[in-house]
């Protein structure tokens, strides 16, 4: 996979996510790409219930959310951490990306949406962006440093 | 079944399948199913429910749900029976998807519930309500085949008209 400058935090340390989708599938390749953005998965679950718990317990620094999902859907998980955590980033990432379905996520505290299948250098420049100042690009010749 | 319905479904297993292999596909035969559903390998099966109604099987034989998760994966991996199932749910679900939000673009309001393996030999028979389209998608990984049975909820639209008009 492609490598890409690593996105840190303020604080020098590698950006933590927290990735839930009802696919182990999905979940391991997103995982392998916050690898390539130099980034750290600090935790994972299979639905909307374990996501707002795993939230909860590993405070992470982004979110990458699936919508359809078992027990709770991601739209609704969503909106329960945001109301809990306002400062949350929630980025949904989803095959269903319909119009109505990106404004129910964007008014109910989601950050972003990427639709599946996900391309890397997409998601990185929505994590970009989503992070904002909290975070800076190392330079690609400092990237192996 | 209409064509308005099913050629969403071709394009997004198109534009899905060949951006996932990073390969062109092409779309093979096309067959109405007249007898009962048949199953070929590891099949997933998403059901639809709203304005329109169905379900949607995805089929892959095993050696090729291998080669399409390891070409998505971007590495070889070893071969496991969670992982072909795990691939076939993912590629129904964002083939699946993808249609979905084209035919909700289009102003049908329906939703899709996340896949389930399909575990049985055969599937009901079709009827002239839900009548069942199979369709294969050639890739370089080796074929799909995909099996399509929808049909218009005539309730749930009259029920919607009928607020409109209000």
């Not at chain 1, 250098?121 to 400092?142: F, H, N, Q, R, T």
């Not at chain 2, 590495?75 to 249609?99: D, H, K, P, R, W």
């Amino acid at each position: 996979m492609e490598q890409f400058a690593p996105v840190k935090r303020k604080d020098g340390q590698p950006v933590r996510y927290l990735v839930v989708d009802d696919s182990v599938f999905a979940r391991n390749n997103l995982a392998r790409m916050i690898e390539s953005f130099g980034g750290q998965v600090a935790g994972e679950a299979g639905d909307g219930c374990t996501a707002i718990t795993e939230y909860d317990r590993t405070s992470p620094d982004i979110v990458l959310m699936d919508i359809t999902m078992p027990q709770m859907e991601g739209i609704e998980a969503a909106e329960r951490i945001v109301r809990s955590h306002p400062n949350a980033r929630i980025v949904m990432v989803s095959s269903v990306g319909y119009q109505d379905n990106i404004v129910a996520a964007l008014q109910r505290g989601a950050r972003h949406f990427v639709q599946k299948p996900v391309k890397p250098e997409v998601l990185y420049e929505v994590i970009k962006y989503v992070l904002g100042e909290d975070a800076s690009v190392a330079s690609a010749a400092g990237a192996g440093a | 079944m209409r064509m308005e319905l099913i050629q969403p479904f071709i394009n997004a297993a198109d534009a899905v399948l060949a951006d996932s292999l990073q390969s062109p596909t092409s779309i093979g035969n096309f067959s109405m199913e007249e007898e009962g559903y048949r199953r070929r390998g590891v099949a997933a099966l998403i059901a639809v429910s709203g304005d329109i109604e169905g379900r949607i099987i995805f089929d892959v034989d095993p050696k090729t749900a291998m080669r399409v998760a390891s070409r998505m994966a971007g590495q070889e991996l070893a071969e496991s029976q969670e992982l072909m199932c795990e691939t076939v749910c993912e590629l129904a679900n964002q083939v699946i998807g993808n249609a979905i939000t084209t035919l909700n673009d289009q102003g049908f309001h329906f939703r899709v519930h996340p896949p389930e393996l399909h575990t049985s030999e055969h599937g009901d028979k079709s009827s002239e309500d839900t009548e069942a389209l199979v369709m294969c998608i050639e890739t370089c990984s080796g074929k799909v085949f995909m099996n399509v049975a929808m049909r218009y909820n005539s309730r749930r639209r009259e029920e919607r008209t009928a607020v409109a008009g209000q």
